[in-house]
């Protein structure tokens, strides 16, 4: 059971812990469902337990912190914007969360149109009429607060859920 209750996010890279020690055998990699299965149920009990609009938000939420902390630890934020587009398209493959590609991108507006191919979050899934993919959202969100400064507004408008064969995600400065 966790014991520390918390006013604020404190999450650390460090959290994550020494995978390398911990899992000799095992290793680093483990299958989609079970990625799946713990994101799955665990919104199935937010959902109950506190309503849709609280855990569009606390994925969202936690999507974002994810995003910040994946880009200030394993990305270089220095490098020009194709060459961190390039560097996290090479990221996101090696650690099989997708397939990314920039359909547009006006930087002077801070502007972008993304797809990811083969998401993690939902590649596959049954059809619905929902997008859902949230935590993503936020999770690029997060990613390109760190690299620019600016906070984002960004939604999912195609998903596997939703009948696309890829996510598509508008960003957009606030
Ligand atoms: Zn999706």
Not at 2 to 8: I, V
Not at 64 to 91: C, H, I, K, P
Not at 158 to 172: M, N, T
Request: glycine fraction near 8%; charged fraction near 25%; proline fraction near 3%.
């Amino acid at each position: 059971m966790f014991k520390e209750s918390r006013e604020a996010p404190i999450f650390h890279w460090t959290d994550l812990g020494d995978v390398t020690e911990g899992r000799p055998n095992l290793g680093p990699s483990m299958p989609v469902q079970v990625y799946r299965l713990f994101q799955f149920t665990l919104r199935d009990v937010l959902i109950t337990e506190l309503g849709v609009e609280t855990t569009n938000h606390i994925f969202w939420r936690s999507g974002w912190e994810a995003g910040m902390a994946f880009s200030a630890n394993t990305l270089d934020l220095t490098l020009d914007f194709s060459s961190f587009v390039a560097q996290l398209q090479q990221r996101l493959r090696e650690l099989n969360i997708g397939v990314l590609r920039i359909e547009k991108a006006d930087l002077e507006n801070l502007d972008f149109t993304l797809t990811v191919a083969e998401d993690l979050d939902c590649s596959g899934l049954p059809m619905s009429d929902e997008v859902v993919c949230t935590y993503d959202e936020g999770f690029i969100a997060g990613i390109l607060e760190q690299y620019t400064g600016k906070m984002f507004e960004v939604r999912e408008i195609d998903c596997w859920a939703s009948g696309g064969r890829v996510c598509r995600f508008h960003a957009q400065a606030k």
